[in-house]
């Protein structure tokens, strides 16, 4: 490789674990779900911690042990634990993941701002599509910057959009209580659990494993904290403590003042805010609150940018399985060319997203294809890390996660758990044929999961393989 | 990063500018925010809409938390349903609580989209059959008490 390809500059400065942490929390956590779950009242405890508990534990722990074993996101691990072409799989699995997550952010952005300035213009499609370009190529600017920029928006996001308003709405919801207000959703024992409704319920519940899905994503940039082994677990674990805390106390405060089935769920999410500030006479708040949500999505969607594309560039270079223009890295060390194709997609799907009737409804069934294929690298994942501890007892760990095995299978059947119910049609899918959505997903599974990835791996060249300098494999 | 970021003062160039945007937005949302509020049509709408609520067995807000959030004119509620934006809002809040990539559509509540429809119908009824030919293209379930 010739040119800006090689020449990566070169800085002794390393990232602190806890701002790993607070990029860990801002790519997996945000208020932004608050008044969604807000709707299940008590029962939204429920809903998050017992995906905490099957999902979310085996998951931060074992990616925490392989994180402080093997310098490396989800490529390294299970290149070493299972194989290289398997390596690659996993890999680009959790990079098709994140294409169909930009789409609905962005149209979330420009209905927030809408919501702001005014919410005609959310129907307007010059408006949306300006805040969806502007907005998108931003982020990939900035990604372009090099890790260090990406950390410090992503943390700047998840305080100012995320941590100082999150504790506003406990705080007030507890001094609605404290007043001696009744709560707008009963909190006695008889709501702990939500409502059955067969299987409707538990397409909730067990989708709801995937609130966690992209803790172990920032492993890829392991190799910045200056002593990973330790480093990495304190980050995963207080990442883990914040994602949760994030995720359950605004919803429950919300849902103690605001009847949220009234006003949050298909009017959105800035409506329920207002109807909250509207209770303590402080609505004034609520474009401000509005403005740091967005802060928060942004900041998420950068770690988003930065992180799998960058495992995929590694891998792509090491083994020779991506064509040099994708691999070309800028001046600060970054798969820019590759991020710049990603956007073109992205941009394309969430303009039409955006403006072409039903299309929404198709990407729903476009968004649960790709989360399908992302839990095929959890299981590959924890395949990985069970067989590394099995057959590498003695590789050195600075962290060892305790029962691995049994977090290992937890998580493993946890993952099945959510692929299976992938394959039960949502509201979105409407009267359609259940087999007709079996086949769309099943089909679509096989072509971005298995097929892609194949034609990568069958057309890979020697020619096209660089070397990736130590520590900083993906 | 142990390799090739930014220098630090584009880096500080590049949060400044993020922070100044983000003041500026804020601000202009003070200064635009147009929440119609306390007024005698906005109160009177509300009662209706609480009164609604009440009827169908759903949970009701307080008559002045409804007036704050829809005003007189019911807000964002109002618009379009049958936009590609709009309709794409209303799909991607049906779903489950995730807030990143793992964001998957569920099988959504019936409560909440009945208590929209009973929105609409107080505030703008003329979107209200649009908003209904949406919710049949929708599959929902009792999943909330």
């Known amino acids: 490789m010739t040119g800006t390809a090689t020449k990566v500059a070169t800085t002794t400065k390393y990232m602190s674990w806890l701002t790993l942490a607070l990029m860990t929390t801002s790519s997996v956590a945000s208020l932004r779900s608050a008044p969604t779950m807000a709707v299940y009242g008590l029962a939204c405890v429920f809903l998050y911690v017992i995906p905490a508990i099957l999902f979310l534990m085996p998951t931060s722990l074992v990616a925490a042990e392989l994180a402080s074993g093997w310098q490396g996101g989800v490529y390294q691990w299970v290149s070493e634990g299972l194989s290289k072409p398997l390596g690659f799989l996993a890999v680009w699995c959790q990079f098709a993941m994140t294409i169909f997550y930009y789409p609905s952010l962005l149209a979330y952005v420009a209905s927030t701002f809408a919501y702001i300035i005014h919410p005609s213009l959310a129907s307007n499609g010059l408006y949306v599509a300006i805040v969806i370009i502007t907005v998108y190529w931003a982020g990939v600017y900035v990604s372009s910057q090099g890790t260090k920029t990406v950390a410090g928006l992503s943390s700047m996001g998840l305080v100012i959009g995320t941590l100082i308003p999150g504790t506003l709405l406990v705080v007030l919801g507890m001094v609605f209580l404290a007043q001696g207000n009744p709560s707008a959703a009963p909190m006695d024992s008889s709501h702990l659990l939500p409502a059955w409704a067969g299987l409707a319920s538990l397409v909730l519940i067990v989708n709801n494993f995937l609130s966690y899905a992209g803790m172990e994503m920032n492993a890829v940039h392991v190799s910045s904290l200056k002593n990973p082994a330790k480093e990495f677990p304190k980050a995963m674990f207080l990442a883990m403590a914040l994602v949760l805390v994030i995720f359950i106390l605004p919803a429950l405060a919300i849902s103690w003042v605001v009847p949220a089935a009234s006003l949050s769920l298909t009017a959105g999410v800035m409506q329920a805010f207002d109807a909250f500030f509207g209770h303590f006479g402080i609505s004034f708040l609520t474009p401000i609150v509005g403005i740091a949500l967005v802060a928060a999505a942004l900041g998420g969607m950068l770690t988003w940018l930065a992180g799998p594309s960058k495992g995929l560039l590694l891998i792509g270079r090491s083994e020779g399985y991506l064509p040099p223009f994708l691999t070309r890295l800028n001046k600060h060390g970054v798969q820019q060319n590759m991020l710049v194709a990603q956007g073109v997609f992205t941009t394309l799907i969430a303009l039409l997203y955006a403006f072409i009737p039903d299309v929404s409804s198709a990407y729903w069934i476009l968004s649960v294809i790709t989360t399908q294929v992302y839990l095929i690298m959890y299981v590959l994942m924890f395949a990985a890390a069970a067989k590394l501890r099995r057959d590498e007892p003695d590789h050195p760990r600075g962290y060892r996660a305790p029962a691995l095995m049994a977090l290992c299978v937890l998580g493993a059947a946890s993952s099945i758990a959510a692929f299976t119910i992938g394959f039960v049609p949502p509201s979105q899918f409407g009267a359609g044929s259940p087999w007709v959505y079996v086949l769309i997903v099943g089909g679509g599974l096989g072509i971005v999961g298995l097929l892609i990835p194949y034609l990568f791996y069958r057309n890979r060249r020697d020619s096209w393989k660089f070397a990736v300098p130590e520590g900083q494999q993906a | ?145």
């Open chain 2, 1 to 145: 990063m142990t390799t090739g970021d930014a220098p630090d003062h584009k880096r500080r160039w590049i949060y400044i500018t993020t922070g100044v945007l983000l003041v500026v937005f804020a601000l202009i949302g003070l200064f635009t925010f147009t929440a119609i509020r306390e007024t005698t049509q906005a109160t009177t709408k509300a009662e209706q809409l609480h009164d609604k609520l009440v009827a169908a067995g759903l949970p009701a807000p307080e008559v002045n938390v409804i007036a704050d959030a829809l005003g007189d004119d019911g807000g964002s509620v109002c618009q379009d349903p049958s936009s590609p934006m709009i309709k794409a809002k209303y799909q991607a809040s049906i779903t489950n609580g995730a807030a990143g990539p793992g964001q998957r559509p569920v099988i959504g509540p019936r409560d909440t989209t009945e208590a929209v429809a009973l929105t609409i119908a107080t505030y703008c009824p003329d979107r209200l059959q649009d908003y209904l030919s949406h919710l049949d293209t929708l599959k929902l379930d009792d999943t909330t008490k």
